[in-house]
Nanobody
Framework: QVQLVESGGGLVQAGGSLRLSCAASGRTISSNAMGWFRQAPGKEREFVAA????????TYTDSVKGRFIISRDNAKNTVYLQMNSLKPEDTAVYYC?????????????????WGLGTQVTVSS
């Protein structure tokens, strides 16, 4: 079993930055690809970014490319999401998830462990 706890969310003005962290416990996540998803009020959960188990490969949804950076530190069992140039439409609850695979995937069904989420609110 893997437990995931997100942190770093908050209220920020448009154009600002936040860094989300996802701390894993229970066992190492070095064999798992990791992903970030988000869910805005009244909308379905959507894929944001993913990183392979080694960190060698990453992928992003188009709306965050060039603004968000996903990274991981397997020694700390932690995954990060650096969010820059934030926009009001980035407002959502952000979830960290661990995939059953080593390679990156944007498919929610491939993710077997989920955190409870952290709220990100971007004001205009």
């Amino acid at each position: 079993q893997v437990q995931l706890v997100e942190s770093g969310g908050g209220l920020v003005q448009a154009g600002g930055s936040l860094r989300l962290s996802c701390a894993a416990s229970g066992r190492t996540i070095s064999s798992n690809a990791m992903g970030w998803f988000r869910q805005a009020p009244g909308k379905e959960r959507e894929f944001v970014a993913a990183i392979s188990n080694t960190g060698g490969s990453t992928t992003y949804t188009d709306s965050v490319k060039g603004r968000f950076i996903i990274s991981r530190d397997n020694a700390k069992n932690t995954v990060y999401l650096q969010m820059n140039s934030l926009k009001p439409e980035d407002t959502a609850v952000y979830y960290c998830a661990a995939s059953a695979l080593m390679g990156i995937t944007s498919t929610p069904l491939r993710y077997v462990y989920w955190g409870l989420g952290t709220q990100v609110t971007v004001s205009s």
